[in-house]
């Protein structure tokens, strides 16, 4: 009786494991019937029995023509039998899919992230006024506290109007503007408020201190 046992290992490769051993013999015999028309007959039962095993997959579309191709794929496309579909061939199966086209991307201020490109891009879109100027000031403030980020110090305010003049490729110019960004202080503090959870009792900041800018936007 042990003489008879089967280790996976020695048994026949599976090509579509999910549906065992069992289906795969199923499939072995249809392949090895003589006539046409016991193959036809067995490859319906087969595929009768594959939809009973994903239920809920019955009302997906095309779902019978996936059947249809998983069957000729595990009989190894050697199965001789009519299919409602075209039958898959073996050179399309084994066929390598064409490499994806990943977006190369190499902003020359990395540290500010390509969102801010994209941002940038929308804002010279709207039209004049007080909106695309409260999203032109966003930005610049964005682009600040993502330089802080990258480099603890301080920064100038020009040096981000520069760098926003640049990347908007000369469209949006606040160089000579008066308005100033958030201090440095103000924008780092919405990092370190959650992670010094525990601060120590007495230490407001006072209000409005370090604040130069007239507007908030």
């Known amino acids: 009786m042990i003489d008879d046992l089967e280790y996976n290992t020695e048994r026949e ?24 028309e016991e193959r036809d007959k067995l490859a319906k039962a087969i595929i009768s029995v594959m939809g009973n095993m994903q239920p809920h997959l019955r009302d997906v ?14 009989s190894n496309f050697e199965l001789d039998a009519d299919s409602p579909f075209e039958k898959p061939t073996k050179e ?3 066929e390598s899919p064409e490499p994806l086209k990943y977006p ?3 902003p020359k201020y990395r540290f500010y992230g390509n969102n801010i490109k994209t941002m940038i891009d929308v804002a010279n879109t709207w039209e004049a006024g007080e909106l695309k100027e409260a999203l032109i000031y966003t930005i610049a403030n964005h682009m600040k506290k993502c330089f802080l980020n990258w480099n603890k110090d301080t920064v100038e305010d020009a040096v981000i109007f520069s760098h926003l003049f640049e990347l908007s490729n000369g469209k949006i110019d606040l160089r000579n503007s008066e308005e100033d960004l958030s201090d440095s ?33």
């Open 61 to 74: 579309p095309d779902f019978q023509h996936k059947l249809w191709d998983q069957l000729f794929i595990m």
């Open 13 to 36: 490769h599976l090509i579509i494991p999910e549906y065992g051993r069992h289906m795969q013999k199923m499939i072995n015999y249809a392949k090895s019937r003589d006539t046409k």
């Open 104 to 106: 190369q991307n190499h």
């Open 92 to 94: 399309l199966f084994e």
């Open 185 to 217: 202080s103000s924008l780092m503090r919405t990092k370190t408020k959650y992670s010094n959870s525990s601060n120590k009792k007495g230490g407001h900041q006072k209000k409005g201190s370090g604040n130069r800018q007239r507007k908030r936007y």
